[in-house]
Nanobody, 124 residues
Framework: QVTLLESGGGLVQPGGSLRLSCVAS????????AGWFRQAPGKEREFVTA????????YDADSVKGRFTISRDNAKNTVYLQMNSLKPEDTAVYYC?????????????????WGQGTQVTVSS
């Protein structure tokens, strides 16, 4: 079993930045994939970005390319999401997710573990 704990959410003005963290505990997670999803009010949870633990290869949704960057620190079992040039439409609850298979996927049904989520609000 793997437990994921997100932190770093908050209120930020448009154009600002935030960094989210996700600490994984329990079963060793230095293999497989970690990802971030988000869910805005009244909308389905959508894929944001993902990273392979072993190689660091990433895949981003088109909506965040060039603005968001996912990274990982294997020694700390931690995944980060650096969010720059934030827009009001980025407002959502952001969820960390992890999967055992080392294949980058965007479907939430393929992820085995989920965090509780952290709120990000972009507003002036």
């Amino acid at each position: 079993q793997v437990t994921l704990l997100e932190s770093g959410g908050g209120l930020v003005q448009p154009g600002g930045s935030l960094r989210l963290s996700c600490v994984a505990s329990g079963r060793t997670v230095n293999s497989g994939v970690a990802g971030w999803f988000r869910q805005a009010p009244g909308k389905e949870r959508e894929f944001v970005t993902a990273i392979k633990w072993d190689t660091g290869v990433t895949y981003d949704a088109d909506s965040v390319k060039g603005r968001f960057t996912i990274s990982r620190d294997n020694a700390k079992n931690t995944v980060y999401l650096q969010m720059n040039s934030l827009k009001p439409e980025d407002t959502a609850v952001y969820y960390c997710a992890a999967k055992r298979r080392s294949v980058l996927t965007t479907s939430r049904s393929t992820y085995d573990y989920w965090g509780q989520g952290t709120q990000v609000t972009v507003s002036s």
